[in-house]
């Protein structure tokens, strides 16, 4: 119980003067910048409060529970003669501490709101955990065998300048972070205690270079993991702009006209889905040149299964011949204005600018 009161009050006194700068820094900028209401500036206080809580409890339980306990799990499966279980047990932890880590909860969130729902959280997650549970693994098994972190390091850092060139920057910069982010308070103590312990009965085995490299590879591989995200959904833009281009070829054919197309973007919340697709089609608009496409009710061979299902509920594509665009436009504004349709927007966008509904509708937001 002493050892408990002891470790407790050391960590409330650390934390504390971690997060006190931070709140000093908040509170000037309160009265100097940011002016929120008082009932804002109490929520964000409880908020610093609640994190202050929170890490002591975490980082007591670090001390007293996490480090001794994965220490002591290394130590019994590393003696073990078949110890190359350690590389199946490895690649599970990773999986679910990476789950767990609450900076990895923070990025993915935010992650989506920056997209504008593009980047799904789910998908992301689970690219990122079995990114860190085959870095856990290929650690696990370089340990067991004595094998030099450069054979994995090098080909890997290789192949992420290689992928840089084939996925936009927006996947670059979360790919760097997510590999900063996953190296959080979880992994750096569980999985690195486990490691410290089996890497000291191992033989040959040394705790410097094998414990401390698996932090090295779970840092690289999920970055890897997220540039193979991104080359994906590179793949599914094109899917969909090649669609645009078919749709428009058709139209071109049927005719004989060659006319630039606008694409109409709505985005709105579910329950208004079908009503906007009403109006829609009500149009005031000749058949042959308008095509409508709701991601609700497409058959499974014509569904983009790469766009995330929140996405297909919320979003609506109604390509239209450039001069016909704004008079759709007006109309369907004018539904939503009347009807009280709120938190959604409609607006025309160049079919070749697809990439910019993430930015129009993300703008949209942070003006709310």
Not at 66 to 76: A, P, W
Not at 92 to 118: D, H, N, Y
Not at 209 to 229: E, K, Q, R, W, Y
Request: hydrophobic letters at 50%; glycine letters at 6%.
């Amino acid at each position: 119980m002493k050892l408990f009161i002891d470790i407790l009050t050391n960590k409330t006194i650390e934390v504390f003067f971690s997060l006190f700068p931070l709140l000093i820094i908040f509170v000037l900028f309160q009265f100097i910048k940011l002016k929120l209401p008082k009932a804002q500036f109490i929520i964000v206080l409880r908020g610093l409060f609640l994190t202050y809580a929170g890490l002591v409890l975490f980082f007591s339980g670090v001390d007293i529970g996490f480090i001794y306990m994965g220490n002591h799990i290394g130590q019994t499966l590393g003696q073990l003669t078949y110890n190359w279980i350690l590389i199946p047990i490895g690649f599970m932890l990773g999986f679910v501490v990476t789950f767990a880590e609450p900076a990895i909860q923070v990025l993915i969130i935010e992650v989506e709101k920056v997209s504008a729902g593009s980047i799904n959280r789910k998908i992301m997650l689970y690219f990122l955990s079995f990114g860190v549970a085959v870095a856990v693994a290929l650690s696990m098994f370089r340990m067991i065998n004595n094998i030099s972190l450069w054979y994995f390091i090098l080909p890997g850092y290789l192949i992420i300048l290689i992928l840089m060139w084939f996925v936009s920057p927006i996947f670059v910069s979360i790919a760097y972070d997510s590999g900063g982010v996953v190296t959080g308070p979880m992994i750096a103590t569980f999985l690195l205690s486990l490691f410290v312990g089996s890497s000291t009965v191992i033989s040959g085995s040394n705790p410097m270079t094998d414990a401390f490299g698996m932090i090295a590879m779970v840092a690289m591989v999920p970055i890897l993991s997220i540039l193979i995200l991104g080359f994906l959904y590179n793949r599914a833009e094109a899917k969909m702009e090649k669609e645009i281009r078919n749709i428009k070829e058709k139209e071109e054919k049927k005719t004989g006209v060659i006319s630039d197309f606008e694409l109409i973007v709505v985005i709105t919340n579910k329950e208004h889905v079908k009503h906007i697709v009403d109006v829609t089609k009500k149009a005031d608009v000749k058949k042959e040149v308008i095509n409508f496409e709701n991601y609700v009710g497409l058959s499974e061979e014509r569904k983009m299964s790469d766009i995330p299902t929140e996405l297909q509920k919320e979003m609506i594509l109604v390509l239209v011949e450039s001069g016909k665009s704004k008079k759709v436009l007006k109309k369907i504004q004018k539904e939503m204005y009347f009807n009280n349709i709120d938190n959604s927007v409609a607006f025309i966008l160049d079919s070749k600018n697809i990439d910019d509904i993430c930015n129009m509708y993300n703008a949209m937001k942070e003006k709310r």
